[in-house]
């Protein structure tokens, strides 16, 4: 389906609240290297960000995938990745298994607060010795009466000093490898529950990431999200939603970066006329501008793939791959242009610099990425 009236109307309100109530509060995020999360997700959730794709009864708008993809668009046009990727964290890495395999009960008590803007969700994933490998986690819930009692360590866990819960993967058989794992709710006020440390990363510094520790933490075990056992499963699905949440922003970040760039070579005086003139820069203004557009068109038919029900796991994983290194070449080529100017921490190239290389490492390297390709997962 093609984007539509309504579509573009929706567009224009995340760009001008992103110009707005986002960018100007940047650099004080940044200082600070923390976001109010409950703060601005709560103001998301009054103009209906939250909850584009999910029942109204929890909350949400019941709309098509392309909203989704025009929110993540206009998202990466912010003056750091970090406030797309707390969003992302929040509408397309941790609330979509719940969404689709939880129970009522479930859904109401922690799905419907989180669309409101009321909870703060993180998922808990990768740990200390098990990252893009998942099937090697080791944090075990053990079942007790009607409880699961749960011990282990998650690591890089985003959103997770303010989360309130967490869609947390963990072993609950003795099957090895990829078997005997369920993705269960987590509040994190649960006795046993511990950020034992806030990490210090090259990039994303707004967004608060932890190392979390799990010591015999117990929840009900009807906080089981779907089936035991089928967690391992229903997380690869979920890991689709967050590639091709990351592949979506990917692309409003550089076309902004390219515009920024070409407006300053075309005022920069070099060797007597402007920097912008020379071949080898409108040159490269145009290759990468095409990659990019390439890229934009191939999300399209990936979201519209989406929304018509089809496994678009390959195409998400193309364009994860493309997406990362598209990005890196972009933002160096950026910073590049920009000279020693480029190089200083007043500017914007070095920031967008560091957040962008993420992209190739997180929901899955672009090893990863090729290695899926190469044994044929999700091949039409």
């Not at 998922?123 to 282990?152: H, K, L, M, Q």
């Not at 000279?339 to 997180?362: F, P």
């Amino acid at each position: 389906m093609p984007l539509t009236d309504e579509h573009h109307q929706f567009r224009e309100l995340i760009r001008q609240f992103v110009e707005r109530e986002i960018n100007p509060r940047v650099e004080e995020w940044e200082d600070k290297q923390w976001i109010p999360l409950h703060e601005v997700f709560a103001e998301m959730a009054g103009l209906g960000f939250l909850g584009l794709e999910y029942d109204a009864a929890y909350g949400g708008q019941g709309a098509d995938h392309l909203f989704t993809m025009v929110l993540a668009e206009e998202m990466g046009r912010a003056d750091h990745g970090s406030i797309g990727m707390a969003l992302g964290v929040q509408v397309a890495m941790a609330t979509p298994s719940l969404h689709r395999h939880g129970s009522e009960e479930l859904k109401q008590a922690y799905l419907a607060p989180a669309l409101r803007g009321e909870m703060v969700a993180a998922i808990a994933v990768t740990e200390p010795d098990a990252g893009s490998d998942v099937a090697a986690i080791r944090t075990r819930a053990i079942p007790d009466g009607d409880e699961w009692v749960i011990t282990g360590a998650k690591m890089f866990i985003t959103n997770s000093l303010q989360a309130d819960w967490l869609c947390l993967l963990a072993r609950t058989s003795e099957e090895g490898g990829y078997r005997g794992m369920s993705q269960i709710v987590v509040p994190t006020s649960t006795p046993g529950f511990s950020v034992s440390r806030k990490l210090d990363k090259l990039g994303m510094k707004a967004s608060d990431t932890g190392l979390l520790a799990l010591e015999e933490v117990r929840v009900p075990r009807a906080h089981t999200i779907g089936e035991e056992g089928r967690g391992f499963q229903q997380q690869m699905a979920q890991f689709v939603v967050e590639r091709m949440w990351g592949n979506y922003s990917a692309v409003a970040g550089m076309e902004r970066a390219l515009q920024r760039t070409r407006e300053y070579v075309g005022a920069r005086t070099v060797f007597g006329g402007p920097l912008g003139e020379k071949q080898h820069i409108r040159f490269r203004f145009a290759e990468l501008a095409a990659e990019v557009d390439l890229l934009r068109h191939y999300n399209l038919a990936t979201a519209e793939g989406y929304d018509r029900g089809e496994d678009v796991t390959r195409m998400a994983t193309i364009g994860k791959l493309k997406a990362g290194r598209l990005a890196r070449e972009v933002a160096d080529t950026c910073l590049q242009f920009h000279g020693g100017m480029g190089y200083m921490e007043e500017t914007w190239t070095s920031r967008y610099l560091r957040d962008v290389r993420l992209l190739s490492i997180g929901a899955g390297a672009d090893e990863v990425m090729l290695d899926l390709l190469s044994r044929g997962e999700g091949a039409g």
